[in-house]
């Protein structure tokens, strides 16, 4: 990797108070109650972020599993700002080798006939799409979906997402929500053929027979890193080809090669799905979504007229080429499942330490950590999550929260992590959990 300088950078801008009235003003107020005195975050470098006084930070959630390559790199920056002077819109009415470049590129990183690119501006839009395309591929309505699972925050995602805390009640679904495969939580432990059979029975009990599609993570990120239990994704897979519906891979958190062990989430299951769908990571922060499925599906999308204005923005599209590179040159998969691997095996240490810590799971740089007041009920210990995390902010490690409870830690850094990171994020909540 190359090196680079770790001072913080200089800033004169408004302090974080000046910042916080206008927010209040100004701002909608959705999810304000995260923090009751945000970060004033100035910069980032990599895997370290900036508050104004120039102290430095591990960014242990890398955004919300969104900065893959890490914070502003420079090849990433470079695209951006080469594309900016060039062309900085464009839309699919005319060419232009940026969005053509990518497309490629991306179809080229999935199996099967998964060639055909339509970018969205978002990971919700892109699910929206892909549910549509199945509803629409099909001719069937009815979608089966994850209890536990998180899709987005438009009718159709929000309907599929299996929590209500992202619910609003004014949102009618049409969705059948299934039995969770938690290894940790599900009454069948990591037995993946037995829950499918759930979904065998929504299909029985709860369709006519058929179905327009089936959307679900392999290791699910704002549900608290559930990775499903094994065997769950082929048996599903194959009850909802016989039922005639789409199996859609919703890859926004767990592609483009956090894992570590593959590419995409889906891989790890070793299916192969009929539509992928992506964020976050995909333009490391760029506004940019996409759903890839085949030439026989996108067909569909020639019945009407559909386009987005911004999708494929070529800046955007600039970046997610750049992005596809840095990770090819900076081996960041192989590191993301050496690194993974080692954090996760000091986290399982801390496990045998502390009895407050429940589970630790996931893969590569996709690590959850889940804290209960009782191991036998498993009774989730709420306030004490929240301590640790104030005290991590406190001592420089910034770490998502997560699970249907909020008492999951999301471990989802940008992939250039580094084994001090690991350590330094180990060590600090050892720290604090000694003093509890
Ligand atoms: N799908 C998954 C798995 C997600 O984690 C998210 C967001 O967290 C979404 C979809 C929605 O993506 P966006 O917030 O970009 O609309």
Redesign the pocket.
Known sequence: MPPFDYSPPPYDGPSADEIMAKRKEFLSPSLFHFYKKPLHVVAGKRQYLFDEEGRRYVDAFGG?ATVCCGHCHPDVVDAIVNQTKRLQHSTVLYLNSAIADFAEALASKLPGDLKVVFFTN????A?ELAIMMAKLYTGCHDIISLRNG????AAG?MGATGQSIWKFNVVQSGVHHAMNPDPYRGVFGSQGEMYAKDVQDLIDFGTSGNVAAFIS?AIQ??GGIVELAPGYLPAVYGSIKKAGGLCIA?E??SGFARTGSHFWGFETQGVVPDIVTM??SIGNGIPL?AVVTTPQIAEVLTRRNYFNTFGGNPVCTAAGLAVLKVIEKENLQENALAVGSYLKDRLLVLKDKYEIIGDVRGRGLMLGVELVTDRQLKTPAKAEILHVLGQMKELGVLIGKGGFYGNVFRITPPLCFTKEDADFLVDSMDYIMSKM
Not at 122 to 125: F, L, M, P, Y
Not at 150 to 153: A, L, S, V
């Open positions: 919300i978002s990971g919700t839009e699910n998180y899709h987005g925050n995602t993570e990120g704002v919703d926004v958190q964020a976050k979504g």
